[in-house]
């Protein structure tokens, strides 16, 4: 509970022990219900938000009668008031996305809906005229194409120009033959470079080479213009607070630029990639700093590829692939050197592992470094996972979303192990400290589609229906639990104290159909009491 007085004409707020003083005129937000928390879930009439923070949550005449006694003493004359028909909900946090990610993909080809390989071909034939360099791409699925594309394919389409068209999952790439030429790829012995039965490269890369030729591309383009299109489209989606992921160097500047230019909308917690963190660490600088809108806390570490693209670590082989285990792309040592070197700079570390044996590994190294960090996505976690990472007290950032993507699950593993993606409710049930988000643009970053999807489980609900979630619990967990990953206790809540982070649905998400939460709308989004997107 916080608490404030007033001194030398100035606010003095007195919130979990930190004391804050403010100047900031208070502000009153009504509407007919606010719901301040989830499980419990409890409601107001309205709130007081003074100077980032809530100093009062519940009835209107109160909230009114506080707003003013603090205007009249900072001498600003009354409270700004404003009042809202919709359902007032937490700020939503997404615990791990791509911001630049999201202003790439509004400026890329989009592919998530080609269902053929000739559609594809037309759509980046098209798109192609647009760019004047690199040509930039993304969302292309096998499974829906039923095919894997190639770089002749692609040469048959945009010869002249270097074209990089990332997988949905983002952990392959198919790349044309002039791109191919200029990234040195075609005279390269790795096995991230796959070869047809004559052993010439396909254009099919994986992982780091994947990586780089879209980071290659996107370095053409302007580094601000991508993180503020990212955060406009997360403020549109009601996210009021994101852990930014995997952030490279280009992106850093550009989230810097934006922090510094008051462009920042959305509270970001930011973590390095894994070469930009080596790079700083051997300079001797890491900048782990900020405030409460912008910080950089963290480390991004890869274990693993992803089920999609078959290359997720897996300690028995696929089952639509009987000699392939998947792609192992850190060991225990390693991981345990990097969470070392960021416990030095104070910096937290998220391992993507989404195969059985990636999330062993990953934890095997956290045991010996001594880190409660934190796993990305956990896709497939039997019950022996689930209680290590409950005794490790590791956090984890699943994305719900993907239970509707990975419809091809049960074949590419199993009915026996497909029981075991995705086991949410096991993972509550076991103590595992678990949250939401959307690694957009793999995904939609709409919070609800992700409420939806935990709920209903999509295509493998026959597998696992047991562990589908009521809507009280998905909303907490995009909300109080993803705030609980990304380490901030402030976030994800409307109680006093709690940042002042609300967002305005059309629809109450606990009194409609669970098939209508994808079609709630989002009415308004308000950071630290600033209404700064609005539903026109």
């Given at each position: 509970?916080?608490?404030?007085?007033?001194?030398?004409?100035?606010?003095?707020i007195?919130i979990?022990?930190?004391?804050?003083?403010?100047?900031?005129?208070?502000?009153?937000?009504?509407?007919?219900?606010?719901?301040?928390?989830?499980?419990?879930t409890?409601?107001?009439?309205?709130?007081?938000?003074?100077g980032?923070?809530?100093?009062?949550?519940?009835?209107?005449?109160?909230?009114?009668?506080?707003?003013?006694?603090?205007?009249?003493?900072i001498?600003?004359g009354?409270?700004?008031?404003?009042?809202?028909?919709?359902?007032?909900?937490?700020?939503?946090?997404?615990?791990?996305?791509?911001?630049?990610g999201?202003?790439?993909?509004k400026?890329?080809?989009?592919?998530?809906?080609?269902?053929?390989?000739?559609e594809m071909?037309?759509?980046?034939?098209?798109?192609?005229?647009?760019?004047?360099?690199?040509?930039?791409?993304?969302?292309?699925?096998?499974?829906?194409?039923?095919?894997?594309?190639?770089?002749?394919d692609?040469?048959?389409v945009?010869?002249?120009?270097?074209?990089?068209?990332?997988?949905?999952c983002?952990?392959?790439?198919?790349?044309?033959?002039?791109?191919?030429?200029?990234?040195?790829?075609?005279?390269i012995?790795?096995p991230l470079?796959?070869?047809?039965?004559?052993?010439?490269?396909?254009?099919i890369?994986?992982?780091?080479?994947?990586?780089?030729a879209?980071?290659?591309?996107?370095?053409?383009?302007?580094?601000?213009?991508?993180?503020?299109?990212?955060?406009?489209?997360?403020i549109r989606n009601?996210?009021?607070?994101?852990?930014?992921?995997?952030?490279?160097e280009?992106?850093?500047?550009?989230?810097?630029?934006?922090?510094?230019?008051?462009?920042?909308?959305?509270?970001?917690?930011?973590?390095?990639?894994?070469?930009?963190f080596?790079k700083?660490?051997?300079?001797?600088?890491?900048?782990?700093?900020?405030?409460t809108?912008?910080?950089?806390?963290?480390?991004?570490?890869?274990?693993?590829?992803?089920?999609?693209?078959?290359?997720?670590w897996?300690?028995q082989?696929?089952?639509?692939?009987?000699?392939?285990?998947?792609?192992?792309?850190?060991?225990?040592?390693?991981?345990?050197?990097l969470?070392?070197?960021?416990?030095?700079?104070?910096?937290?570390?998220?391992a993507?592992?989404?195969?059985?044996?990636?999330?062993?590994?990953?934890?095997?190294?956290?045991?010996?470094?001594g880190?409660?960090c934190?796993?990305?996505h956990?896709?497939?976690?039997?019950?022996?996972?689930?209680?290590?990472?409950?005794?490790l007290?590791?956090?984890?950032a699943?994305?719900?979303r993907f239970?509707?993507?990975?419809w091809?699950?049960?074949?590419?593993?199993?009915?026996?192990?497909?029981?075991?993606?995705?086991?949410?409710?096991?993972?509550?049930?076991?103590?595992?400290?678990?949250?939401?988000?959307?690694?957009?643009?793999?995904?939609?970053?709409?919070?609800?589609?992700?409420?939806y999807?935990?709920?209903?489980r999509?295509?493998?609900?026959?597998?696992?229906?047991?562990?589908?979630?009521?809507?009280?619990t998905?909303?907490?967990?995009?909300?109080?639990?993803?705030?609980?990953?990304?380490?901030?206790?402030?976030?994800?809540?409307?109680?006093?104290?709690c940042?002042?982070?609300?967002?305005?649905?059309?629809?109450?998400?606990?009194?409609?159909?669970?098939?209508?939460?994808p079609r709630?709308?989002?009415?308004?989004?308000?950071?630290?009491?600033e209404?700064?997107?609005?539903?026109?």
């Amino acid at each position: 509970m916080s608490r404030f007085s007033i001194k030398y004409g100035v606010v003095i707020i007195l919130i979990s022990g930190a004391i804050c003083l403010v100047a900031e005129c208070p502000v009153v937000i009504r509407a007919p219900r606010i719901y301040t928390s989830f499980r419990p879930t409890r409601f107001a009439e309205a709130i007081t938000v003074l100077g980032d923070y809530v100093i009062y949550a519940g009835d209107v005449t109160e909230a009114a009668r506080i707003g003013r006694s603090l205007a009249q003493s900072i001498g600003c004359g009354r409270p700004r008031v404003m009042e809202f028909d919709g359902i007032g909900v937490p700020g939503f946090v997404d615990a791990h996305l791509h911001v630049q990610g999201i202003g790439v993909y509004k400026y890329s080809i989009k592919l998530n809906d080609v269902e053929s390989l000739d559609e594809m071909l037309r759509r980046v034939a098209q798109g192609a005229k647009r760019f004047n360099g690199w040509v930039i791409g993304r969302g292309w699925d096998q499974d829906k194409l039923g095919t894997w594309p190639t770089r002749f394919d692609l040469d048959e389409v945009v010869p002249d120009k270097p074209v990089v068209l990332m997988r949905v999952c983002g952990h392959a790439a198919v790349l044309n033959t002039r791109a191919m030429e200029i990234l040195g790829y075609l005279g390269i012995d790795s096995p991230l470079v796959d070869r047809g039965c004559n052993g010439e490269p396909t254009g099919i890369v994986y992982e780091e080479l994947a990586e780089r030729a879209y980071h290659e591309a996107v370095r053409s383009l302007d580094a601000l213009r991508l993180v503020v299109e990212g955060m406009n489209e997360i403020i549109r989606n009601g996210v009021t607070m994101a852990g930014a992921m995997d952030v490279e160097e280009h992106a850093l500047r550009g989230l810097l630029m934006a922090w510094h230019s008051g462009l920042m909308a959305p509270r970001l917690r930011v973590y390095l990639s894994r070469g930009l963190f080596e790079k700083l660490y051997e300079a001797g600088f890491v900048p782990s700093f900020g405030g409460t809108r912008f910080r950089i806390t963290g480390i991004k570490i890869y274990m693993d590829g992803s089920l999609g693209a078959r290359t997720a670590w897996l300690r028995q082989p696929y089952s639509d692939d009987e000699h392939n285990f998947g792609r192992q792309l850190l060991r225990a040592e390693e991981v345990y050197s990097l969470a070392k070197k960021a416990k030095e700079w104070r910096l937290d570390v998220a391992a993507h592992a989404i195969g059985d044996a990636a999330i062993l590994e990953a934890l095997r190294g956290y045991e010996m470094a001594g880190c409660r960090c934190r796993i990305e996505h956990a896709s497939l976690a039997p019950r022996d996972i689930i209680e290590k990472l409950a005794a490790l007290g590791v956090r984890v950032a699943a994305q719900p979303r993907f239970l509707i993507s990975d419809w091809w699950a049960a074949d590419r593993l199993g009915a026996e192990r497909a029981r075991w993606l995705y086991p949410f409710r096991t993972m509550l049930s076991k103590g595992v400290l678990l949250g939401f988000s959307s690694d957009a643009p793999v995904e939609p970053i709409n919070p609800l589609e992700g409420v939806y999807a935990a709920v209903t489980r999509g295509a493998l609900l026959a597998y696992s229906s047991d562990e589908a979630l009521d809507v009280e619990t998905a909303l907490h967990l995009y909300t109080t639990g993803s705030a609980q990953v990304l380490g901030e206790p402030r976030a994800g809540c409307l109680e006093p104290g709690c940042y002042g982070d609300i967002v305005f649905l059309s629809d109450d998400p606990l009194g409609v159909d669970a098939e209508y939460l994808p079609r709630i709308q989002v009415n308004a989004t308000i950071v630290g009491g600033e209404l700064v997107w609005e539903r026109k």
